[in-house]
């Protein structure tokens, strides 16, 4: 009696553990499961001349409806900006036109606060014919204090998925060339 006891608890556990184990398997298949975002950014080569800046777009899925904002924070500048030039990867295929792009005063938004333009710079905008790249003359220089700026592009992304790196280049007041001014890695999904 005793042996048939034993027997037939052995025969409820290997029942339980058949009737959990696919249950357990389903779970992560019908639950959805949300990206998360690790805010790491990877370079192979960080003792170039490469500096990092920062940016924030809206959406990052394919073919969406996306703002990106490409900023210029106080520390980015050294003195007041004449000309920004932002050279634009090839791969990054998408239609630019100069109404859906902009110049601002921009507030960097956070945990509880929304990125915004607070103020447009009227500028003049130059887009090359082949998408390379965008020139902004602003009327006034941008100048050399403790608020931050940002160029605005309203697009749609790509249709390819990728990692897509920007950079920047300002010519500032009393010279004639421009320098870099940094880079910023956007990622479309």
Not at 93 to 121: A, M, P, Q, Y
Not at 155 to 176: A, I, M
Request: glycine residues 4%; aromatic residues 14%.
């Amino acid at each position: 009696m005793f042996r048939i006891k034993k027997s037939f608890s052995l025969n409820f556990k290997i029942f339980k553990f058949l009737l959990i184990t696919p249950i357990l398997f389903l779970v992560p298949v019908f639950t959805n499961i949300s990206e998360s975002k690790a805010g790491l950014e990877f370079q192979w080569d960080q003792d170039s001349g490469y500096r990092r800046l920062k940016w924030f777009q809206k959406e990052n899925k394919k073919q969406l409806r996306n703002t990106i904002y490409l900023f210029l924070r106080p520390s980015d500048r050294k003195d007041e900006l004449l000309k920004i030039n932002l050279a634009i990867p090839k791969t990054f295929k998408t239609k630019l036109k100069k109404e859906n792009i902009s110049l601002c005063k921009v507030k960097i938004g956070g945990f509880d606060s929304r990125t915004k333009c607070i103020d447009n710079i009227t500028a003049d905008i130059e887009i090359k014919d082949d998408n390379s790249s965008l020139d902004f003359y602003p009327y006034k220089p941008i100048p050399f204090n403790k608020d931050s700026y940002a160029i605005v592009l309203k697009v749609f992304n790509p249709r390819k998925s990728g990692l897509y790196q920007f950079h920047s280049y300002g010519q500032y007041v009393g010279k004639s060339y421009s320098s870099y001014l940094g880079s910023t890695t956007i990622v479309i999904n």
